[in-house]
């Protein structure tokens, strides 16, 4: 099992950029697969990026490739995502979640652990 807490959230005017960072806790974090995913008002909560228990292997949604990186450092048991050229569309609760599958998703119900979300909101 593995607890996980984000952090880095804010208020941001659009165009500018935030460094989301979601801390695990528990055995193995670098054998798991991290998703980032969001949830706006009125919206269902989506995929926003993943990345493979190796690093070797991301995915982005096609609404944010370009302007989002996801990257993981399994010594410090953190995922990263970072954001630039934020939009006001972008604002949301993100949140990051672990799978131990072999495979990279993007579903959000291949993920079993989730942490409690960070608030991003972009004014215009």
């Known amino acids: 099992q593995v607890q996980l807490v984000e952090s880095g959230g804010g208020l941001v005017q659009a165009g500018g950029s935030l460094r989301l960072s979601c801390a695990a806790r528990?055995?193995?974090?670098?054998?798991?697969?991290m998703g980032w995913f969001r949830h706006a008002p009125g919206k269902e909560r989506e995929f926003v990026a993943a990345?493979?228990?190796?690093?070797?292997?991301?995915n982005y949604a096609d609404s944010v490739k370009g302007r989002i990186t996801i990257s993981r450092d399994n010594a410090q048991n953190t995922v990263y995502l970072q954001m630039n050229s934020l939009k006001p569309e972008d604002t949301a609760i993100y949140y990051c979640?672990?799978?131990?599958?072999?495979?990279?998703?993007?579903?959000?119900?291949?993920?079993?652990?989730w942490g409690q979300g960070t608030q991003v909101t972009v004014s215009s």
């Open positions: 979640a672990a799978d131990q599958s072999a495979r990279l998703f993007t579903a959000r119900n291949r993920y079993d652990y």
């Open positions: 528990g055995r193995s974090f670098s054998s798991y697969n």
């Open positions: 990345i493979h228990w190796s690093g070797t292997i991301t």
